[in-house]
């Protein structure tokens, strides 16, 4: 097909707004696109775009660039539609894209997905206020999504772990990191104490969204009105999902949001889901050394190398290797 991307000296080149736009007329038959909306941003793996029919509504448009990013898009069909259902039920209150149709494309990419725009705008957390507002709203959003049923993510084949396996993982991580020769001392010694502190981790598994931020959380007015990009769902440590809560937010909006989160959640207290939030964020730039090392990409693993250092930097200078 002549929509499928172009490859040049080794890499792919993003697919133009006007080809996905083209995508959507053949994966939702009936679909007339008036107007190309916007693009937001593709990254490595994705061409998106968001159009607009002749009746006014819109369309989201997202294009696998690979085939390991069109097996997961596919993954996350089945779960976008137990979602749907569960927002329809009113077990959950945001809502989430609703997959529409897809189509094809040359090469082994696989699929282009097309899917209802959530009406919103995305979360802006420099203007999040404390408060029963929306910063309440982002709580009681999060502890929903700690409050599914795991066996919504189970059956659609996604990741599950239990406590001692996710521990297990993380230490992995480091382990590989430490490997590479990169990583701070004093920052491999933090975590692996943290790590190694088994009452930290002693958790219930929930289901998570595994990949949110603002960019995630579409809100209007004081309400979150949906959550989008889920293809790192699975069952694990509902501390993954406020990592960047912790590491962004001034204090009192993270104790506005978890007072909500901790009224809407019906397990008992986690006393140390901060602390593993804590240090999700801080591994997080571990993740992002090791996918630079990974891919021989070395600008990522100067990046990675420099925010290392300066997250050592801050950490110790404030005296803070507890």
């Given at each position: ?20 736009a ?13 107007d ?28 696998p660039?690979?085939?390991?990013a ?10 976008l ?11 959950v ?7 529409k ?46 409050e ?9 084949g996604?990741?599950t ?30 975590w692996?104490r ?29 309400s ?18 406020l ?55 070395a ?24």
């Amino acid at each position: 097909m002549a929509h499928a991307g172009i490859w040049l000296y080794g890499e792919q080149v993003p697919r133009s707004p006007l080809a996905l736009a083209a995508l959507a007329s053949v994966a939702v038959p009936g679909l007339d696109v008036y107007d190309v909306l916007r693009s937001p941003h593709s990254d490595a793996d994705f061409d998106v775009v968001v159009v607009k029919d002749a009746t006014g509504k819109r369309w989201v448009v997202r294009a696998p660039r690979r085939a390991a990013a069109g097996a997961a898009l596919e993954a996350e069909q089945g779960l976008l539609t137990a979602l749907g259902r569960a927002h329809d039920t009113e077990l959950v209150s945001f809502d989430v894209p609703r997959p529409k149709g897809a189509a094809s494309m040359a090469g082994d990419e696989g699929r282009a997905i097309v899917y209802s725009e959530v009406p919103g705008a995305p979360l802006v957390l420099a203007r999040l206020e404390s408060g029963p507002g929306l910063a309440a709203s982002l709580g009681r959003a999060i502890a929903e999504i700690h409050e599914l049923p795991p066996a919504l993510v189970e059956d659609e084949g996604l990741p599950t772990y239990d406590a001692e396996q996710y521990r297990q993982r993380r230490l992995a991580e480091l382990d590989a990191g430490i490997q590479t020769g990169k990583i701070p001392p004093r920052l491999a010694d933090r975590w692996e104490r943290q790590l190694e502190n088994v009452s930290w981790w002693r958790f219930e598994p929930t289901v998570v969204h595994g990949d949110l931020g603002e960019h995630q959380i579409v809100v209007a007015g004081d309400s979150v009105r949906g959550i989008v990009d889920w293809m790192d769902a699975r069952v694990a440590d509902p501390a993954d999902d406020l990592s960047w809560l912790v590491a962004s937010a001034p204090e009192d909006i993270v104790d506005s949001v978890m007072e909500a989160y901790r009224l809407r959640r019906r397990e008992s207290p986690d006393s140390h889901l901060l602390d593993r939030a804590r240090l999700a964020s801080e591994l997080a730039l571990l993740r992002w050394l090791m996918y630079g090392v990974r891919t021989d990409n070395a600008d990522v693993v100067e990046d990675g190398v420099g925010m290392l250092a300066d997250l050592e930097t801050m950490l110790f200078d404030e005296g803070d290797d507890s």
